[in-house]
């Protein structure tokens, strides 16, 4: 039999990039959005979408433009600007040399709070802020394209081709950024301390 090996290359098809960075003045950030996060949850009902069995406080549906007020220009900006870079990185078009903002809402786990798979439609980036994070936190979860495979199969050792997810621990003051189509969660939250997110959505 002919050995093709010195013959045979591997490619690697459409990677699915993450963007994360450390904001410096977090615990600024998180001083002074803490309580307009709680007064926002004291004023706006749940609007966790039906199609979800998970339960979790969030304002995605029904006060989703925190973009817009004052003491969310900050964080904002930050976002705005690194929403840029990523789309540099991965050699986007930018029409108008910018990106913009185009929802931003709160999601809140407590105890035995997550949420279920989902892309955010209608959007080309997302990006998740972590405002705050306890120690034990629910990990945030990234789906492979290939966890949709119809047969599962036993692996020798596991790497980056046969991997069906991705678990990162969220770190307060970590600003994640990747395509909208990419398929994501939050983990079981199972400590008594709240976890909080600010989610967002962009265009350009």
């Not at 003051?173 to 909080?196: A, P, Y």
Request: overall charge negative.
């Amino acid at each position: 039999m002919i050995d093709l090996t010195p013959h045979t290359k591997y490619l690697e098809l459409f990677p699915c990039p993450v963007q994360i960075s450390n904001v410096p003045d977090h615990n600024d950030i998180k001083k002074n959005l803490l309580p307009a996060v709680d007064l926002i949850r004291s004023s706006t009902p749940n609007s966790r979408p039906n199609e979800w069995a998970c339960s979790l406080y969030t304002t995605m549906e029904n006060n989703n433009e925190l973009h817009m007020l004052p003491e969310f220009a900050h964080l904002s900006q930050i976002i705005a600007c690194e929403l840029i870079e990523f789309a540099k990185y991965i050699g986007v078009y930018l029409p108008n040399d910018n990106v913009f903002i185009k929802n931003m809402w709160i999601n809140v786990f407590e105890k035995n709070c997550s949420t279920d798979v989902h892309v955010n439609p209608n959007s080309l980036f997302s990006g998740i802020y972590i405002l705050k994070a306890p120690k034990g936190s629910a990990k945030i979860v990234f789906d492979s394209p290939s966890s949709e495979k119809m047969i599962s199969v036993p692996v020798l050792e596991d790497n980056q081709y046969n991997m069906e997810n991705v678990a990162y621990n969220p770190i307060e003051g970590q600003l994640m950024i990747f395509n909208s189509n990419f398929r994501h969660r939050d983990n079981l939250h199972t400590i008594d301390q709240s976890k909080i997110t600010l989610n967002f959505t962009a265009v350009i």
